[in-house]
């Protein structure tokens, strides 16, 4: 179908934001804008900046498109690139005000979230979207919450019996109180080496692999600089498998594939920077354990209650335990790189028809969340 220039739907991009994962949003945004139809959406994106501020970025796609599609690693727990000098001068913008005030012409209007992390990717800008009552791509605020906290994802997937690695939640509280202690106990109860991880954080950011109670002590202390919860995870000798998954009431799935990293494990530097990691797609499976891989994906996805799309990665022990889910990611990254796209690439499914996709599915969404809303409101109030 082709839009006119007055009947496209305005498509709000949001991209940057306060985490660690900043410049991994940018580059993601530079990718998106780059490959949606301009004759169906008429795009407003719309950077939040390192401190939070909402700056109409009119001119945001040729800028982001001139920086290098190499990103560095943050130096800290806040990521110290500057969106401000990519967008246009002007006053800042909230958010809800502008998607307001974009939906006065009665145009459909959708967000796409684009942003990695705290203050994004878990349910806050998604609650600030259901407030302005607009369409909005991907997870919802419980989903999108539950699914960014390791610790409660991991207690929601242990409560639907979804198998995972041997893992143990750790509080700021408690390192304070004996980080030796918390040391003996990880140490103990998973073995070394292990993996230490923030709760709420992605793109490996903050994690680190501790070999002993000494490194295991320095791991939890770097991790605790981007969250207040920890999770330590056993390691164990596996395949690392992804696999894509798109929709709302039925799901599609994309083909698994396989990561070879390029480093001890699959860190930020070799995700964004080297790129030295062998993607392999379709990863090569026995068919059995490609249909439980697919099963698990599903079941987790409902688990979680996430909508729209998610990767699903697991840890293959082959010959031992099978596929062992690590974790759902609601906002996967869409560089090229990324394995989200690259793996609905590989299954017929373009980029930008992947965008449109996720773009109707948000629609469908919001059309029967606001029956529900309406008729509540209709029953109350009579």
Same mark, same amino acid.
């Given at each position: ?11 709000? !991009?949001?991209f940057g934001g306060q985490s660690a994962e900043h410049d991994v949003s940018c580059t993601t945004a530079a990718h998106v804008l780059d490959a949606v139809d301009h004759n169906r959406y008429q795009v407003e994106p719309i950077g939040i900046t390192n401190d939070g501020r909402f700056v109409h970025a009119t001119e945001a796609k040729a800028l982001l498109a001139a920086r290098d599609e190499r990103v560095t690693p943050s130096g800290g727990p806040v990521g110290r690139s500057e969106l401000a000098p990519l967008v246009p001068? @002007?006053?800042? =913008? ?22 990695? @992390?705290?203050? @994004?990717?878990?349910?806050? $800008? ?59 106990? =990880?140490? =103990? ?30 791991? $939890?202390?770097? %991790? ?73 994906? !599903? ?10 799309? %998610? ?21 996967? @990254? ?49």
């Amino acid at each position: 179908m082709t839009f006119g220039a007055t009947d496209r739907i305005r498509l709000i !991009v949001l991209f940057g934001g306060q985490s660690a994962e900043h410049d991994v949003s940018c580059t993601t945004a530079a990718h998106v804008l780059d490959a949606v139809d301009h004759n169906r959406y008429q795009v407003e994106p719309i950077g939040i900046t390192n401190d939070g501020r909402f700056v109409h970025a009119t001119e945001a796609k040729a800028l982001l498109a001139a920086r290098d599609e190499r990103v560095t690693p943050s130096g800290g727990p806040v990521g110290r690139s500057e969106l401000a000098p990519l967008v246009p001068d @002007g006053p800042p =913008a909230e958010l809800l005000s502008s998607v307001v005030e974009l939906s006065a012409d009665q145009h459909p209007v959708v967000v796409l979230p684009l942003l990695h @992390g705290p203050l @994004g990717e878990d349910g806050t $800008v998604q609650g600030l979207c259901e407030l302005a009552d607009v369409a909005y791509v991907g997870a919802g605020v419980l989903g999108s919450a539950v699914t960014m906290d390791k610790v409660m994802a991991k207690t929601v997937l242990s409560s639907h019996g979804i198998p995972q690695t041997k893992w143990l939640a750790v509080s700021e509280a408690e390192v304070r109180a004996d980080q030796e202690a918390v040391a003996k106990r =990880a140490a =103990a109860e998973l073995g070394l080496p292990c993996f230490v991880k923030p709760a709420n954080m992605g793109s490996s950011v903050g994690v680190s692999r501790a070999k002993t109670e000494d490194e295991l002590v320095e791991a $939890v202390a770097t %991790a605790l600089q981007y969250d207040e919860w920890v999770v330590i995870e056993e390691a164990v000798t596996a395949r690392e498998i992804e696999i894509s998954i798109l929709g709302n009431d039925h799901l599609e799935l994309s083909v698994p594939g396989e990561i070879v990293p390029g480093a001890e494990f699959y860190d930020y530097e070799d995700k964004y920077v080297d790129g030295n990691a062998e993607l392999i797609i379709p990863a090569v499976l026995p068919p059995p354990v490609n249909e439980r891989i697919k099963e698990l994906a !599903v079941d987790a996805f409902r688990a979680l209650r996430v909508e729209g799309m %998610a990767r699903a990665d697991f840890l293959y022990e082959e010959g031992g335990r099978g596929p062992l889910l690590n974790e759902l990611n609601t906002i996967p @990254g869409f560089t090229p790189i990324s394995m989200y796209p690259k793996l609905w690439q590989a299954t017929g499914l373009s980029y930008s028809e992947l965008i449109d996709r996720l773009i109707d599915l948000a629609f469908e969404r919001h059309k029967r969340r606001s029956v529900k809303r309406v008729t509540g409101r209709n029953v109350r109030g009579g």
